[in-house]
């Protein structure tokens, strides 16, 4: 809080295909003072999500675009630590949605309190926060694995998808990650205990990427939680067995508004397919549940997670872009404080 | 049954890209001798429907290829012309599966009695037969509309989609409709009581069919039944509301082999949309019930519908052919008797 000033990256300009870092700026902005009943949180992480992509555009998206000039928008956890409401002391440590800044004031709402004896707070980002939940839904509510059935999860190694790799392993099914890279792909076996993983970047093209799909899911595909898009989802379309389902979580390959269609719509008929897009954040009503089951399978160890952190607010832009193209390895976030 | 002697069409080859009258060939049989236990149905109709484009072909699909040589499959209705069942008597009429050909042999099993008084016997191959159940079950299970919902069907003026439209309606829906060619359209309208019917055909490009669809949904489109696939099926996604359904029957576009993509799959994102494929013949459950119903309407009138009716087995090639490419106005049935 020197000179009473804190940094915060605003929306400059929206991206007219690839994020460029002239699409933030960075700006100066006075401490806030407290009114009676606010809380001032000195935000410790900011996380960086997929969807943050899409509320640079505009047009028609599940969600209102992100205004330009204001403070981009994103899930931070931090410390109270100043405070003139009587629910909140200093020292607690909250989970909020302050976004990409260096503070945040609330008045008493839109923060909650985290435990973090077991469980460590930049946790409550990723695995026991909103792609934990995102996991947890699109696999439970959408998939509804049964055990001995194999499930495809792409970006296996990111924030969502680990997550969905092991619950399926915890409910018994064989799991099949697809992520880019031997680095990636040895850590989604190794370290979290799926099954096999297809590096997508390996296949030279997308009859290849079949055959190496095909390769480790002799038996079909029973559900498939997407997080990229394009080739891949054909791929798996392809492999469908009877009833399979299919959680759309992202379709990140898509965001920068490049075509990425599906070629082959007639596996939905063929395999009696169900696909379904969700938006986790309109299903709160599940979230307790959900949170609670990841926080005790983080704390005994069932559920493991990998970060990447960037350093400084500053860093913030960049750490998006390369997030963007799959240059992040595990949960991208940045470090503030 | 002059010279004991009837016709019946094979499979004589597959097609390799859209049917032709040689993939078929007309034989010529003896009437069966009945054993005991037996019943000899003589075939009025037999109904064509698109799902017989799929068997033709080898490859991966929801069922077993027909084979080569053998009677095509199809569903017919017709009467009892000899029996040595107890349960059968001469003189009932029956729907059954008896494929293209003029007379059937069953055991005493899968027929079903049908009572024509208030229905006429060909019916029971449309609105009261499979494509009425196939409209019943997507519309009802999967759709599930709710009054005041804007409702699209395409091949609108078909034997599936004109149930679906009117069911829709039924419901109190706003149903539109999609048709090639504006007597389609008229008919749709005015005959059915739709609310609009777009014409396909009418359309140059891809967006001049979006500017049609949007312009008869100003409130978005919560509710799509695909019988068709293509062009239309991205313009629809691109119109979903939040939330909405759709109720995957046919992709008869990309029947024969070509590229048929969606374009915008990440509209299933932003509209949290569901989309479903599904084979009515497994949902043997919903029969009895939808029947029930479909059969209330068509007696009563509710449900209207329409024939193209080609006259003698050796039509059956070319009414499938046309079938396929949309010549037929109604349900395509072959009258045999």
Chains 1, 2 share one sequence.
Request: charged share 20%; proline share 5%.
């Amino acid at each position: 809080m020197s000179k009473q000033t804190y940094q915060r990256i605003v929306l400059a300009s929206r991206p007219t295909a690839a994020v460029t870092p002239d699409n933030f700026r960075l700006e100066q902005a006075p401490v806030p003072e407290l009114a009676d009943g606010q809380v001032l949180v000195r935000n410790h992480y900011l996380s960086l999500d997929p969807y943050m992509r899409g509320r640079m555009s505009e047009g028609k998206s599940y969600a209102n675009p992100q205004p330009l000039g204001e403070v981009m928008i994103g899930g931070t956890v931090g410390e109270v630590v100043a405070s003139k409401n009587p629910k909140w002391n200093v020292g607690d440590k909250v989970v909020g949605m302050f976004g990409w800044q260096e503070y945040g004031v609330s008045d008493g709402g839109g923060i909650q309190k985290v435990d973090t004896t077991h469980i460590p707070l930049s946790a409550y980002l990723g695995s026991v926060g909103m792609p934990g939940v995102t996991a947890w839904y699109g696999l439970n509510k959408i998939i509804a694995p049964k055990a001995g059935e194999t499930i495809v999860v792409s970006a296996a190694s990111g924030a969502v998808g680990s997550v969905v790799g092991q619950l399926a392993k915890l409910a018994g099914c064989r799991v099949i990650g697809v992520a880019g890279g031997r680095d990636k792909c040895d850590y989604v076996v190794k370290e979290l205990g799926f099954d096999a993983c297809v590096d997508y970047k390996a296949a030279k093209d997308a009859k290849e990427l079949y055959a190496m799909v095909k390769d480790v899911t002799p038996d079909g595909i029973d559900g498939y939680f997407e997080n990229v898009g394009g080739d891949i989802l054909d791929v798996v379309l392809a492999r469908l067995n009877a009833f399979a389902r299919v959680a759309v979580c992202g379709l990140i390959a898509g965001y920068d508004g490049q075509d990425m269609p599906i070629r082959n719509p007639r596996a939905i008929l063929v395999s009696r397919a169900r696909i379904e897009g969700f938006i986790v954040s309109e299903h709160m009503d599940v979230w307790p549940q959900a949170l609670k089951e990841l926080g005790t399978y983080v704390a005994q160890g069932k559920i493991k997670f990998r970060e990447s952190i960037a350093e400084g607010l500053a860093s913030a832009p960049e750490a998006f872009i390369g997030l963007l193209k799959g240059k992040n390895f595990g949960k991208q976030l940045v470090k503030l404080v």
